[in-house]
Protein backbone atom coordinates (compact mmCIF):
# COMPACT_ATOMS: atom_id res chain seq x y z
CA UNK A 1 0.00 0.00 0.00
CA UNK A 2 1.48 3.23 -0.52
CA UNK A 3 0.44 6.55 1.47
CA UNK A 4 1.05 10.06 -0.51
CA UNK A 5 1.88 13.14 1.35
CA UNK A 6 -0.59 15.48 2.51
CA UNK A 7 0.62 18.81 1.96
CA UNK A 8 4.24 20.24 1.71
CA UNK A 9 6.64 19.52 4.98
CA UNK A 10 9.22 22.36 5.21
CA UNK A 11 12.61 21.22 7.00
CA UNK A 12 13.67 22.71 10.06
CA UNK A 13 16.16 25.75 9.21
CA UNK A 14 18.85 27.09 11.45
CA UNK A 15 18.37 29.40 14.08
CA UNK A 16 14.50 28.85 14.23
CA UNK A 17 12.77 27.46 16.37
CA UNK A 18 9.67 25.30 15.71
CA UNK A 19 6.40 26.73 16.94
CA UNK A 20 7.59 29.89 18.00
CA UNK A 21 6.03 32.51 16.28
CA UNK A 22 7.93 35.54 15.46
CA UNK A 23 7.40 38.82 17.20
CA UNK A 24 5.77 41.61 14.64
CA UNK A 25 7.97 44.34 13.85
CA UNK A 26 6.88 47.90 13.69
CA UNK A 27 3.51 47.69 15.29
CA UNK A 28 2.65 50.19 17.64
CA UNK A 29 -1.20 48.90 18.52
CA UNK A 30 -2.18 47.83 22.30
CA UNK A 31 -4.41 45.44 23.21
CA UNK A 32 -7.58 46.16 24.81
CA UNK A 33 -10.83 45.53 25.42
CA UNK A 34 -14.56 46.91 25.95
CA UNK A 35 -17.50 46.05 28.03
CA UNK A 36 -20.99 46.62 27.91
CA UNK A 37 -23.22 48.54 30.60
CA UNK A 38 -24.63 45.27 31.06
CA UNK A 39 -21.38 43.64 31.83
CA UNK A 40 -20.65 46.45 34.06
CA UNK A 41 -24.27 46.27 35.68
CA UNK A 42 -23.89 42.52 36.35
CA UNK A 43 -20.49 43.17 37.87
CA UNK A 44 -21.60 45.50 40.78
CA UNK A 45 -24.64 43.62 41.44
CA UNK A 46 -22.12 40.59 41.88
CA UNK A 47 -19.94 43.28 44.08
CA UNK A 48 -23.27 44.17 46.27
CA UNK A 49 -24.07 40.22 46.41
CA UNK A 50 -20.63 39.30 47.66
CA UNK A 51 -20.70 41.99 50.14
CA UNK A 52 -24.03 41.24 51.71
CA UNK A 53 -22.61 37.54 51.97
CA UNK A 54 -19.90 38.66 54.16
CA UNK A 55 -22.20 40.88 56.41
CA UNK A 56 -22.17 39.29 59.83
CA UNK A 57 -25.70 37.93 61.04
CA UNK A 58 -27.44 39.90 63.26
CA UNK A 59 -29.07 38.55 66.43
CA UNK A 60 -32.11 40.44 67.35
CA UNK A 61 -32.30 38.34 70.40
CA UNK A 62 -28.55 39.21 71.80
CA UNK A 63 -29.14 42.81 71.01
CA UNK A 64 -32.51 43.51 73.01
CA UNK A 65 -30.53 41.57 75.93
CA UNK A 66 -27.71 43.87 75.43
CA UNK A 67 -29.75 46.97 75.40
CA UNK A 68 -31.68 45.71 78.91
CA UNK A 69 -28.40 45.15 80.74
CA UNK A 70 -27.00 49.02 79.35
CA UNK A 71 -30.09 50.72 80.42
CA UNK A 72 -29.74 48.67 83.74
CA UNK A 73 -27.94 51.35 86.69
CA UNK A 74 -26.47 47.97 88.74
CA UNK A 75 -25.05 46.45 85.41
CA UNK A 76 -22.26 49.15 84.26
CA UNK A 77 -19.83 48.98 87.21
CA UNK A 78 -16.30 49.58 87.55
CA UNK A 79 -15.64 46.18 86.92
CA UNK A 80 -17.71 45.99 83.83
CA UNK A 81 -15.90 49.33 82.47
CA UNK A 82 -12.63 47.79 82.88
CA UNK A 83 -13.15 44.66 80.99
CA UNK A 84 -14.43 46.31 78.61
CA UNK A 85 -11.85 48.89 78.00
CA UNK A 86 -9.22 45.79 78.28
CA UNK A 87 -11.45 44.44 75.18
CA UNK A 88 -10.88 47.54 73.59
CA UNK A 89 -7.12 48.00 74.13
CA UNK A 90 -6.82 44.41 73.29
CA UNK A 91 -8.66 44.63 69.81
CA UNK A 92 -6.35 47.59 68.88
CA UNK A 93 -3.54 45.51 69.97
CA UNK A 94 -2.04 48.00 72.87
Excluded: C, W
Amino acid sequence: MMVDRIGHIEPLQPGKRPGRAEPASGSDRTDSINLSSEALERAEIYQVVELIKSVPVVDEARITELRAKINDPSYINEQIVNATADKILDAFGL
